[in-house]
């Protein structure tokens, strides 16, 4: 981690971005040791059974009960008034997708909210469900009454205020639900939810990581593997640091998170061993697309056999100079 630190330093110097870096990192025994913005796993968990907690006392200031739309809007008054969490429009930040950083600061991915307000209803044992709409991810509690939640109160429904300006915005699919149109959607398991949120953190690290090479994609070394005539890939070169590598580090153990719940994405697993290829991990590369040569159509799979081809090269040139070799291979 150090090293990938000093490494991103020069990544955002290049970049004209002034970094301070730091040498001073402090390894840990176990995950729940180590602190995530001043406080342990456990924390933070804890922070969502303290909003679950506040939800309850304004319920009980109020004298209120527990039905349905009393609760939630309770909750919407917890999160989005006492606290102030917002979405997050746009993913520009990566602590916004992150749910310690989203508890501290307050602002979120949309996915991350929902996750949140998922587990804070959970805790008042409401039980909340939620489906991919289009481009967006949506919740509502479980009722067999959901005409309730679009019933517009102050000039939104509930169902708009649990999920946000997607809900109202005519050029969003979700704009188009009712309460008879939900019932018909496909329920999220918890493994769904969580590989949206996976999904979302490899597409911003590797934005992130390959910020300063506008236009290249994981797949492009694949092109050139298929065209001899074309002049090798610049990510071939030594010591050009094309890519920030804690951002790369981070989309690549996100990958590999997400590879458990996923395991026969031939896309995701192709995407992740092109990632290894930009880490220079040439051997784990070789594994992982060899692997998705199997599952991958035949047009995808003779378009990765001539770049898996190359790799086992570029592995053999790798462990040669490993064993103090001078020597290099030509790689065509």
């Given at each position: ?65 527990c039905h349905l739309v009393e609760v939630l809007q309770a909750v919407n ?256």
């Amino acid at each position: 981690m150090v090293f990938n630190r000093e490494m991103d330093a020069c990544s955002f110097l290049n970049e004209g971005i002034d970094v301070c870096s730091s040498s001073n990192a402090r390894e840990w025994d176990s995950v729940e040791q180590m602190p995530l913005d001043g406080k342990t796993i456990s924390e933070w968990l804890s922070e969502l059974d303290a909003i679950a907690k506040e939800v309850e006392a304004e319920l009980v200031s109020r004298d209120i009960g527990c039905h349905l739309v009393e609760v939630l809007q309770a909750v919407n008054l917890v999160l989005f008034e006492l606290r102030g969490f917002k979405r997050s429009p746009v993913l520009v930040d990566s602590k916004h997708s992150y749910l310690h950083l989203v508890l501290s600061s307050g602002c979120g991915s949309a996915i991350l909210l929902s996750i949140i307000y998922i587990e804070v209803c959970r805790r008042l044992g409401l039980t909340i469900v939620g489906s991919r709409v289009g481009e967006d991810f949506l919740i509502w509690p479980q009722t067999t009454y959901p005409e309730e939640l679009f019933k517009v109160t102050s000039g939104h429904s509930l169902f708009a205020v649990v999920n946000g300006r997607c809900v109202e915005d005519p050029r969003s699919m979700a704009s188009d639900l009712t309460g008879s149109s939900l019932l018909g959607l496909e329920i999220a398991s918890n493994r769904d939810i969580v590989g949206i949120a996976l999904a979302n953190l490899i597409r911003f690290h590797w934005k992130c990581a390959s910020r300063s090479n506008l236009g290249l994609m994981l797949t492009s070394p694949l092109r050139h593997a298929h065209n001899a005539d074309e002049k090798p890939n610049k990510i071939d070169k030594p010591n050009v640091p094309l890519l920030r590598p804690q951002d790369l580090k981070l989309a690549i153990m996100a990958s590999e998170r997400l590879l458990i719940l996923q395991p026969h994405n031939w896309a995701l697993r192709r995407d992740h061993g092109m990632m290894l290829y930009y880490n220079r991990e040439y051997g784990k590369a070789v594994q992982e697309l060899s692997i998705c040569m199997a599952f991958a159509p035949e047009e995808e799979a003779e378009l990765l056999e001539p770049f898996v081809e190359k790799l086992h090269l570029m592995r053999l040139e790798s462990s040669w100079k490993s064993l103090g070799h001078t020597a290099s291979m030509t790689v065509k």
